[in-house]
């Protein structure tokens, strides 16, 4: 009994003894801070010159000046496929946290419209940025002049022509989508263009190729100004300060219409702890400094910052209700 109790008491130290060796050890492989140790890569899903591009630069610039990362910052854009090139560029750097994205809506939708084989699951989310509106604008003098116009316009058995972008399934395609719903139109007798990026659809309705398009104000707003195009109605849910207070939202034109178009930054599937808490802090230190506050007046940008849990959950409550959204179309799966 004696030796049964020895036993005992040895066993107890020897695991009293582990365990203070592992409490005492916090610098593991995993839990090692982590900072990048060469170029890192900051990739568009868009065209060079779109919001998301403007986004990605400010983002690099920031980081910069303010001497946050030590290693050379490089953007590029790889658009294509409503932005499933990118992302599935930065998806396979797996584990490797020298290359980030920005991201947006097709990043969800693209699984539900059957765009790519890759999910929202294959990408890290870092965190949220902020929510920028869809304006619908058309040529300052062409034949549409409001949004109860282009209601009318959408309703006739040839539909004037709507660009989109990034290509299917992007906040403009789905702020379309919300508003031939409401107004009692079938999404899918509708003549939709797709465009690699905002600016190229805008180029072409000024070009007249197209009658309508559907972009950020960010990307509108320059022509707008110069009186080349006219805002007959922005999809936010209360009309925007400043030089754009003119334009009226489209539930107050009675189409309930409200859909935004978010950014966010992810990274490559499987980054470890070390890497997402490093780029955490780096975007925090983004949305921080004065030259972030400046651009989201500048812009339009409604902020809506959330780290990367709370980027997580975000992804999944807006897939869901995409998923109901994008249903009875006939591209959906």
């Known amino acids: 009994m004696i030796d049964r109790c020895r036993s005992l008491r040895w066993a107890f130290a020897v695991l009293a003894s582990l365990s203070v060796l592992a409490v005492s050890q916090p610098a593991t492989a995993q839990t090692a801070a982590w900072s990048p140790q060469h170029n890192v890569e900051i990739i568009v899903p868009t065209a060079a010159g779109s919001s998301m591009d403007l986004l990605a630069r400010l983002i690099q610039d920031i980081l910069k000046k303010d001497g946050a990362i030590a290693t050379p910052i490089t953007v590029q854009a790889k658009p294509g496929a409503s932005g499933a090139v990118a992302w599935s560029y930065v998806s396979g750097k797996t584990g490797d946290g020298h290359y ?18 890759m999910t929202y699951k294959d990408i890290t989310p870092i965190a949220q940025l902020f929510t920028e509106y869809e304006v619908f604008a058309v040529a300052a003098q062409g034949p549409i002049k409001t949004g109860a116009n282009l209601v009318a316009a959408l309703q006739q058995p040839t539909p004037p022509s709507v660009g989109v ?4 399934g992007g906040s403009s395609h789905v702020a379309l989508i919300k508003l031939a719903r409401t107004a009692h139109i079938d999404p899918n007798s509708l003549t939709i263009v797709p465009f690699k990026g905002a ?6 309705l000024l070009g007249g190729h197209i009658d ?7 990307v509108v707003a320059p022509f707008i100004e110069a009186g080349k195009l006219r805002a007959i109605g922005i999809a936010a849910p209360k009309r ?15 189409f309930k219409v409200v859909e935004g178009n978010w950014r966010g930054i992810v990274g490559p599937k499987d980054l470890n702890a070390a890497e ?29 910052y959330a780290d990367s849990n709370g980027s997580r959950q975000f992804l999944d409550v807006r897939y869901d209700e995409l998923r109901s959204t994008l249903a009875t179309l006939k591209l959906a799966k």
């Open 100 to 117: 980030l994205a920005i991201s947006g809506p097709t990043l969800l939708s693209n699984e539900l419209l059957g765009v790519g084989s």
């Open 212 to 218: 309508v398009a559907i972009a950020t104000m960010s």
């Open 240 to 254: 925007l300060p400043g030089s754009e207070a003119s334009i009226p939202t489209w539930t107050e034109q009675g």
């Open 199 to 204: 600016n190229e659809s805008v180029n072409a």
């Open 165 to 168: 972008a990034p290509g299917y």
């Open 276 to 304: 997402v808490a490093y780029w955490g802090g780096k975007i925090a230190t983004v949305v921080k400094s004065k030259a972030w506050a400046e651009s989201l007046k500048r812009y339009d940008w409604d902020a809506d």
